[in-house]
């Protein structure tokens, strides 16, 4: 790409530094502040809740994710959106639709992480293509709050509230669930009804970098089974889509949704785990 890395690395930090101290937002015009790493993340390893109401039998439901058009010899990669729906998300679903028409015996797909403050009557027909074009839709709860900051019933409702929300669109009455800035605490795990989705691959789009660099933090450091972090609502995370797909597709990679991709690997995903992979199962690498 355009931008040697050096340079995007730099860019990284400064936009980092600056957002930083940035005013702090919630509910549907909420913005990232933060890049922490969540205390709590693991492989597909399950890491194990501290207390011991869940049992070994609390799996996420895959029995209806349609993995029949991913190719056994690909790599997977899921690309994953978040603070959907937004203001890029036809542009999202437009990109991805090209770009099946062109790779019809690989097609894309990706899992698209919705507040539910953010479902309303303008935003409806882009989460509506999303999932019509066999996009997952997962959870980014209500309002993008901190949850590390909510009690017990509060998380249940963030949760709750916009599982309601996304039911019409995919008739599920759950969704794997991502925690607004990654954090994440015990009180979480045990208030999620699925699993948790953290990531292997952080673009750092939302800190307005150009597309080039998002394009080479996923370029750079993709691996089979990765989960990347992206976001709705910022053009140049467009953009680099274009270029991204057609040259994820040559280096012999599919992207995927998450859930599709924990099928296809053989992860069977637990309930209030949290994962940064599926990588496959059974197999060397
Ligand atoms: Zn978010």
Not at 156 to 181: G, S
Not at 199 to 213: A, K, L, S, V
Request: hydrophobic share 40%; net charge negative.
């Amino acid at each position: 790409m355009l931008i040697p890395l050096k340079i995007c690395a730099f860019l990284n930090m400064f936009a980092y530094m600056v957002l930083s101290f940035s005013p702090f937002f919630v509910g549907g015009s909420s913005t990232h502040t933060n890049t922490e790493k969540p205390a709590i993340t693991s492989n597909y390893t399950a890491y194990p809740l501290s207390s011991s109401f869940k049992t070994d039998d609390d799996y996420w439901q895959d029995e209806d994710v349609d993995v029949s058009r991913i190719q056994p010899n690909r790599k997977l990669l899921a690309l994953t959106f978040d603070d959907a729906p937004a203001s890029t998300l036809e542009e999202i679903v437009a990109v991805f639709l090209s770009y099946n028409q062109a790779h019809p015996d690989a097609p894309a797909s990706a899992t698209i992480f919705c507040n539910g403050a953010r479902i309303t009557p303008a935003s409806t027909p882009a989460v509506a293509a999303a999932t019509a074009l066999g996009f997952e839709l997962g959870n980014h709860t209500q309002h993008h709050y901190d949850l590390s900051t909510l009690t017990q019933g509060q998380l249940q409702q963030e949760i709750e509230r916009t599982d309601k929300l996304l039911y019409p669109f995919d008739k599920r009455h759950l969704h794997l669930l991502r925690a607004p800035y990654g954090r994440l605490t015990d009180e979480v795990r045990l208030a999620a009804k699925t699993p948790i989705i953290d990531w292997f691959i952080d673009t750092n789009d939302w800190t307005g970098i150009p597309e080039e660099c998002i394009y080479d933090a996923v370029w750079q450091n993709k691996a089979d089974g990765a989960i990347v972090l992206m976001h709705d609502g910022y053009p140049h995370t467009v953009d680099a889509l274009k270029q991204l797909l057609p040259d994820l597709y040559e280096a012999g990679y599919q992207a995927v949704s998450v859930s599709q991709m924990a099928k296809a690997h053989g992860c069977k995903l637990k309930v209030g785990c949290v994962y940064t992979r599926a990588r496959k199962q059974g197999k060397k690498g």
